[in-house]
């Protein structure tokens, strides 16, 4: 069989036809321009869902499912009721692709379909339980229990981002405070990187943003730790201690065989698994005990179309 | 079939033969006497195991399997490397009981057969998912996934009380700081009480003690705070709002159906579920989501035995 993946962006959206060991066979793609009413853009994504089954020459009686991921949560009945990035609120995106296409429609979390795609293609094969953390403009996650992706009881579950790190701490935009995402994200490294351009004008986190403040990105940070640069060295381990304290924190929980990181900063590549492993603080209590094998994604952008055919799995 | 339980604590050892559906159908028990050889104390076990099957007239052809709960942890092997209560350090306890039954011995934490007992002829039966959480002396968990339960890729999940629930916190007995088993469990209660006392001196607290500030226990600051009595209020609450913090991190990374507590400081009945709920601090993102729901345990003394029993189903 053969299964459609669509990765639902705010910017663009990528399809592709997924075989059933999680390799891309055929691709297709536009840009989402999220202005539009849903229903162009669900056209739009029915279309490509029909592309790909042509380049990849399959009969859609081959297809056995198509799963879409997007940047925020469905229901049971595929009704999408939250998805900033696109402006949709209460969207029925099943019933919608339904008109166009008669095959069971998935919905999930993008980053729910990171996991996936990474433990059927990726890092974590043949784990069978993983978390997947994405560090990017914001913190998301998905964890895969007995091979298969948790959802929760109710859609929520990896919600990693707004797991609380700091009691009372920097207020989140969810309304609380303290939240994993104001500490391990890339705009948290920013935010300390910018504090840090204030107290020291020195630095060469500085220099690389042309001594515009403002210019500061998280490449510029992680470039500057790796050169040696003291202060950038102070804010990148100051968010690799906030990382490995939420790594430690799913670990005494969930204890899964592998955490996985992908997302922006997880370019940073090995620095950063190397700034993270030692700052995970060990227990006396369970020394004996191995801990979750650290990884770094291995999918990059392929992972949400090939997580969001493999829902369908 | 029928299946043995045993609940290994450190002052007494409860077997019982239990059926499918999670029933008690015959009990025995002694004290441990921990001090003993451990070679001693599995002897008196695999002679409770014989004494409840003969009570509960069946042949030792239909018993499946026997489960052990023990307060710590044993590896795939059931070898115990880690019981701080029963001073055991690796102590192989399936291959010792396989020399009086020839049956296989699954061995795991009591906190996790508490959750599992539950699941099974409790408050969480019918949940697909469920979070135990035991606050006692110390905080335990456990956890349920599709029905089973879930002891994580090295034996360690559900250590609730070792996430950390305030960076550079309280120091706790694993040789970190901030664990939750330090804001949440009975200890953290007394520790918190004693120190209002000294600061109000006239609180009902001290007055159940008796004035004698060495007195206090849990349930003197939970009936004080029942009454009214405003210093034992404050600790409550203060204890309430770090149970609420940890039951939401449970809640956004691994959304369960239900949360269940159980444990001494449980008996505190509705005014802990009454004081911790409003607690739980809401998420504008995913306000339509409903919430786990927060229950408290049901089996008592019995959650022990009959989860025991459950690992072998």
């Given at each position: 069989m053969v299964y459609v993946g669509i990765d639902l962006g705010g910017t663009n959206i990528a399809v592709g036809a997924v075989s059933e060991a999680g390799s891309i066979l055929a691709e297709a793609g536009c840009k989402t321009l999220a202005s539009r009413p849903y229903q162009a853009i669900i056209k739009d994504m029915a279309e490509l869902v029909q592309k790909v089954i042509r380049k990849a020459h399959v009969t859609e009686d081959e297809v056995k499912a198509i799963g879409i991921g997007i940047p925020g949560v469905a229901d049971d009945q595929g009704m999408v009721f939250n998805c900033t990035n696109l402006g949709w609120?209460?969207?029925?995106l099943r019933a919608e692709m339904q008109k166009y296409i008669h095959k069971p429609v998935l919905i999930d979390n993008d980053a729910n379909c990171a996991a996936l795609a990474e433990s059927v293609a990726g890092v974590?094969?043949?784990?069978k339980s993983s978390v997947f953390i994405t560090l990017g403009t914001g913190v998301g996650g998905g964890i895969i229990v007995n091979g298969k992706l948790w959802s929760g009881g109710h859609g929520r579950a990896g919600e990693i981002g707004h797991m609380c790190l700091v009691p009372d701490g920097v207020p989140c935009t969810c309304g609380r405070n303290g939240c994993v995402e104001r500490y391990c994200s890339a705009t948290a490294l920013i935010r300390t990187a910018k504090q840090e351009c204030c107290n020291y004008v020195d630095t060469a986190i500085l220099q690389k943003a042309g001594g515009n403040i403002d210019k500061v990105n998280a490449k510029m940070v992680i470039d500057a730790a790796k050169e040696g640069d003291a202060s950038a060295l102070r804010v990148f381990n100051t968010f690799a201690r906030y990382l490995a304290l939420t790594i430690s924190n799913i670990t005494w929980f969930f204890d899964p065989e592998m955490i996985v990181l992908g997302g922006g900063i997880s370019h940073a590549g090995d620095f950063l698994l190397d700034s993270v492993r030692p700052l995970i603080p060990p227990c006396q209590m369970f020394e004996k005990l191995a801990l979750p094998r650290l990884e770094l994604a291995r999918l990059g952008n392929e992972a949400g179309v090939i997580g969001a055919a493999m829902l369908g799995r």
């Open positions: 609120v209460n969207v029925p974590s094969v043949g784990c």
